[in-house]
């Protein structure tokens, strides 16, 4: 008998008929003597419905209020989820965060689980009950509900495996598992049978919304197996787990792409100590995550500077440093809004050398000018026009052939 947390998004429990679905399946992995936990979405659409409620009253709503408002959603999947399992004749029980003392801090709309009370899931487990939990929701240590960010219930779905030290953590989705690249752009893209974490973490930062990210962190820390599969259609999914040296490895595993930034440049920057700080600086303070940063070699003591930010970002980072010139004797500003980023990410990177070469290569056959680059020990970026993502993805997934081998055949 295997414990398993199963997490079901909100387009799987959309709809009533969707429930009942989802209600057979869980009393199928019953049937199959398995103790079931089930950590549950909102109905699909209904934080957007919500959010949008409070900002009809407020332009900018109180966070802590946007939380109590939020996590009702949840709440309102549990209740139903369990009502159709009982329906069908399966005890069953549902808990909010709060219930199952989902401990997080106090960063309302973004809180970060700090530990999780497993008792009274245990209990009902043994109670021979289906556990229904409702994801993305916990408690401060002051009592006050929090929401752990778009997509979070994937983390409190991987954190309750984490705290139950649940066999495996099966994520539910629309999608029936992680791709070598977006399939709406690559149609030969595969799904891929296994990927690790660390690529996992790689892909999900770069822009692939299978997971989020915080889920993945959490995962890697307490090796929990995570299973992403699809609630509509049958199917093993991608596994994601640590790397097994054992395994034969492409050297990619998948292409991202991202067009949610935008890159921003300060032109005759003085080069000297402190100058990336005061540029960098104000950025932060006004909350602005900074995602690549490229310093140019100084040319007659003056650099280039440029960096990107998240595309909403980029209006006030903008004017940020249009100050910041002034007042450091830059020669000006530039900005592009429309440009994407591609990535390839592969742990088989760590061992080859020209995996770069090979990508700048097929990116200058076509044509692609590179505008920037960074690079990890398992993948590389680069920044280019926007008009060219979609070609940018199919010519660096057919150049590293995945569309024929994959990472990991089983
Ligand atoms: N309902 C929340 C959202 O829409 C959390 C989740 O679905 O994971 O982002
Ligand atoms: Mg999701």
Same mark, same amino acid.
């Given at each position: 008998?295997?414990?398993?947390?199963?997490?079901?998004?909100?387009?799987?429990?959309?709809?009533?008929?969707?429930?009942?679905?989802?209600?057979?399946?869980?009393?199928?992995?019953?049937?199959?003597?398995?103790?079931?936990?089930?950590?549950?979405?909102?109905?699909?659409?209904?934080?957007?419905?919500?959010?949008?409620?409070?900002?009809?009253?407020?332009?900018? /709503?109180?966070?802590?209020?946007?939380?109590?408002?939020?996590?009702?959603?949840?709440?309102?999947?549990?209740?139903?989820?369990?009502?159709?399992?009982?329906?069908?004749?399966?005890?069953?029980?549902?808990?909010?965060?709060?219930?199952?003392?989902?401990?997080?801090?106090?960063?309302?709309?973004?809180?970060?689980?700090?530990?999780?009370?497993?008792?009274?899931?245990?209990?009902?487990?043994?109670?021979?009950?289906?556990?229904?939990?409702?994801?993305?929701?916990?408690?401060?240590?002051?009592?006050?509900?929090?929401?752990?960010?778009?997509?979070?219930?994937?983390?409190?779905?991987?954190?309750?495996?984490?705290?139950?030290?649940?066999?495996?953590?099966?994520?539910?989705?629309?999608?029936?598992?992680?791709?070598?690249?977006?399939?709406?752009?690559? /149609?030969?893209?595969?799904?891929?049978?296994?990927?690790?974490?660390?690529?996992?973490?790689?892909?999900?930062?770069?822009?692939?919304?299978?997971?989020?990210?915080?889920?993945?962190?959490?995962?890697?820390?307490?090796?929990?197996?995570?299973?992403?599969?699809?609630?509509?259609?049958?199917?093993?999914?991608?596994?994601?787990?640590?790397?097994?040296?054992?395994?034969?490895?492409?050297?990619?595993?998948?292409?991202?792409?991202?067009?949610?930034?935008?890159?921003?440049?300060?032109?005759?920057? /003085?080069?000297?100590?402190?100058?990336?700080?005061?540029?960098?600086?104000?950025?932060?303070?006004?909350?602005?995550?900074?995602?690549?940063?490229?310093?140019?070699?100084?040319?007659?003591?003056?650099?280039?500077?440029?960096?990107?930010?998240?595309?909403?970002?980029?209006?006030?980072?903008?004017?940020?440093?249009?100050?910041?010139?002034?007042?450091?004797?830059?020669?000006?500003?530039?900005?592009?809004?429309?440009?994407?980023?591609?990535?390839?990410?592969?742990?088989?990177?760590?061992?080859?050398?020209?995996?770069?070469?090979?990508?700048?290569?097929?990116?200058?056959?076509?044509?692609?000018?590179?505008?920037?680059?960074?690079?990890?020990?398992?993948?590389?970026?680069?920044?280019?026009?926007?008009?060219?993502?979609?070609?940018?993805?199919?010519?660096?997934?057919?150049?590293?052939?995945?569309?024929?081998?994959?990472?990991?055949?089983?």
């Amino acid at each position: 008998m295997a414990l398993i947390v199963q997490k079901y998004g909100g387009t799987s429990v959309g709809s009533v008929e969707r429930i009942r679905a989802v209600a057979d399946k869980i009393i199928e992995s019953r049937k199959q003597g398995h103790q079931v936990v089930v950590v549950v979405s909102a109905m699909s659409g209904e934080t957007d419905r919500l959010l949008k409620l409070a900002r009809d009253l407020a332009p900018q /709503p109180d966070s802590r209020e946007v939380d109590v408002l939020l996590s009702t959603g949840e709440q309102v999947t549990i209740a139903l989820l369990s009502i159709a399992l009982q329906a069908k004749g399966y005890p069953s029980v549902s808990f909010t965060g709060a219930q199952v003392h989902i401990l997080t801090d106090s960063a309302f709309n973004k809180a970060r689980i700090i530990d999780i009370d497993a008792a009274r899931v245990q209990k009902a487990l043994h109670e021979g009950k289906v556990v229904v939990i409702a994801g993305f929701q916990g408690i401060d240590s002051d009592g006050n509900i929090t929401t752990l960010g778009r997509g979070g219930s994937d983390t409190t779905a991987v954190a309750m495996a984490a705290a139950l030290k649940a066999t495996e953590c099966a994520i539910y989705t629309d999608v029936d598992g992680v791709y070598t690249a977006d399939p709406r752009i690559v /149609p030969d893209a595969r799904r891929l049978d296994r990927l690790s974490y660390e690529e996992m973490l790689e892909m999900a930062s770069l822009g692939s919304k299978v997971l989020q990210i915080r889920s993945v962190e959490f995962a890697n820390k307490y090796k929990v197996p995570v299973r992403v599969l699809s609630s509509f259609k049958e199917g093993a999914g991608t596994l994601i787990t640590d790397e097994d040296e054992k395994m034969e490895q492409a050297l990619i595993s998948g292409i991202a792409h991202n067009r949610d930034e935008a890159k921003l440049t300060i032109v005759g920057v /003085p080069d000297r100590p402190g100058v990336a700080y005061s540029i960098l600086g104000p950025v932060a303070e006004a909350n602005i995550e900074v995602d690549m940063i490229v310093q140019n070699v100084s040319a007659e003591g003056m650099t280039d500077f440029t960096f990107t930010v998240h595309r909403n970002d980029y209006d006030t980072a903008l004017k940020i440093l249009e100050k910041t010139s002034e007042k450091i004797g830059a020669r000006g500003v530039t900005g592009d809004k429309k440009i994407a980023k591609l990535s390839i990410v592969g742990v088989g990177m760590r061992s080859h050398a020209g995996i770069a070469s090979k990508m700048f290569k097929a990116l200058a056959d076509e044509g692609i000018n590179i505008q920037m680059i960074s690079t990890s020990e398992i993948k590389v970026s680069v920044v280019v026009d926007e008009k060219y993502l979609e070609l940018g993805v199919r010519i660096l997934h057919s150049a590293f052939g995945l569309d024929k081998h994959g990472f990991i055949e089983n």
